[in-house]
């Protein structure tokens, strides 16, 4: 029996895919019950209240000064376009190209990964996104892109607090994150283009780029601690509980 699994975030997180593999698992390795009957190969799913909102689950303060300062960056008109802002828009309707590339990393090659990146005080995550951040600034003219905005999602699923409610989110196939969004400014995009054009020339200096997507990463993970330390405070999915009708 081959199951296959797709979805993504108007289904559910990330933790949600493990949580339903973890479910699936323990029921395929239950012995058989007559609870659910099978018809024709098939089944009816038993209907279900739909999960509470985020803010009903998690306490998520947002004080006015947020709440002011993110309705001037979404409704003021800005003085100037910052360098990572598209000024492509209109999307073209025309259909794109899509390329999908695998990147494989065996297991005797991870753990070498794993101890590089706490030698240099990161994570694998945002290796990840530094490495990604050079193939796009390397791939792209800096005519076409001077910066790069990009995000990465951060699960809020351990800031429930007890008694908050009867509905546990460590268990429950939900959309239980927020946004966290990160800027590779102009200097830093000008300064890995040199650096890989430098190397092309002369591999000897391929070090000093190395160094660089070390650094990004150290940065990229400072960010993402801080955002921790900060909590549920002050975030845009706190704003959702104003939206009265989605």
């Known amino acids: 029996m081959d199951v296959f699994f797709a979805w993504d975030y108007s289904a559910g997180d990330g933790k949600s895919g493990k949580i339903l593999h973890d479910t699936f698992l323990t029921c395929l390795n239950t012995p058989n019950s007559n609870s659910i009957a099978l018809k024709d190969r098939s089944f009816d799913v038993p ?17 006015l000064g ?11 008109p800005q003085l100037s376009t910052k360098p990572h802002m598209a000024t492509w828009a209109p999307i073209p309707a025309e259909p794109a190209k899509t390329r999908l590339s695998w990147v494989h990393v ?13 030698m240099h005080e990161t994570t694998l995550t945002t290796l990840l996104n530094a490495l990604f951040m050079v193939s796009m600034a390397t791939r792209l003219s ?12 951060i699960c809020f699923r351990h800031f429930q607090k007890a ?12 959309n239980c994150y927020a946004y966290w969004p990160f800027v590779f400014e102009q ?43 900060q909590g549920t405070k002050n975030d845009t999915v706190g704003l959702a509980k104003f939206i009265g009708d989605w």
């Open 47 to 63: 209907v279900t209240l739909h999960t509470s909102p985020m803010d009903q689950l998690i306490y998520l303060p947002i004080s």
């Open 66 to 76: 947020y709440i002011v300062s993110e309705l001037s960056r979404e409704f003021l």
């Open 106 to 118: 065996t297991k005797e090659a991870l753990p070498s990964v794993l101890d590089a990146c706490r």
């Open 142 to 153: 800096e005519a076409k892109v001077r910066a790069f905005s990009y995000g990465t999602p």
């Open 163 to 174: 008694g908050k409610s009867d509905v546990d989110c460590n268990k429950t196939f939900m």
């Open 187 to 229: 200097g830093l995009i000008a300064k890995i283009r040199q650096q890989f054009s430098d190397a092309k020339t002369n591999p000897d200096l391929d070090i000093n780029l190395v160094d660089a997507v070390w650094d990004v990463a150290r940065i990229i993970r400072e960010g993402l601690l801080a955002k921790l330390k």
